[in-house]
């Protein structure tokens, strides 16, 4: 959990308990295609209530992570809770993220498929490196190195692109974009119920 090593972890994190379900914006809103600002007020209650229902929200859609700016909120944030192919839950939030350049020697370039609650339904495949870095700061701003390798890595990548305006249909080719696009279109209220009836589980 935040880059540390812990021996147990709840199966629900505790936030989620604590937080409050927000709605997810979608590709076409303008909110997802402009670069968020900086945190600069930490330790505020307002951000541990944000990072909360991010928690909340990324549970009930069945999520690896969210930005901020999923949820509308104009601020470099980004919560994670995800297991990766190793069997290892990574859990956790930073606040103004910066990828790392890491060497060409101790990263490949890994083709597979990446999906985003904002563009809810399909799943495409995506070149990223198979390892990423990422520093910033926690919630109470003490500073954060998280590193992760196979998909938590492509976890941050994806992640860190949403605080810059960016999505994973942008890497895409035209036609597999517009096929994107198409599947989502079909699939997406499916998807909302699905998530509605999570939050209903969940007392949310």
Not at 11 to 40: D, N, Y
Not at 44 to 63: I, K, P, S, Y
Not at 95 to 112: C, G, I, K, T
Request: hydrophobic share 40%; net charge negative; proline share 4%.
């Amino acid at each position: 959990m935040q880059g540390k090593l812990v021996e147990s972890y709840p199966q629900l994190a505790p936030e989620v308990e604590l937080g409050a379900v927000r709605r997810i914006t979608v590709v076409g809103e303008e909110i997802l295609r402009r670069r968020c600002r900086e945190v600069t007020e930490f330790g505020t209650v307002e951000l541990a209530r944000l990072v909360d229902d991010m928690f909340a929200t990324n549970q009930v859609a069945e999520g690896a992570g969210l930005a901020a700016n999923q949820v509308g909120v104009d601020l470099q944030l980004f919560v994670w809770d995800i297991t990766d192919e190793w069997g290892v839950r990574h859990v956790g939030h930073i606040a103004n993220p910066v990828l790392q350049d890491v060497s060409a020697d101790d990263r490949r370039l890994v083709e597979e498929g990446e999906g985003c609650l904002s563009v809810p339904g399909p799943y495409c495949v995506v070149p990223r490196p198979d390892r990423a870095v990422v520093r910033g700061r926690d919630m109470d701003g003490n500073p954060l190195t998280i590193e992760g390798r196979g998909y938590f890595a492509r976890c941050l990548q994806h992640e860190t692109d949403h605080l810059h305006g960016h999505l994973y249909l942008d890497r895409l080719a035209q036609k597999e974009r517009k096929a994107a696009l198409r599947e989502m279109r079909e699939s997406q209220e499916q998807v909302f119920a699905r998530r509605a009836a999570a939050a209903k589980r969940l007392g949310k």
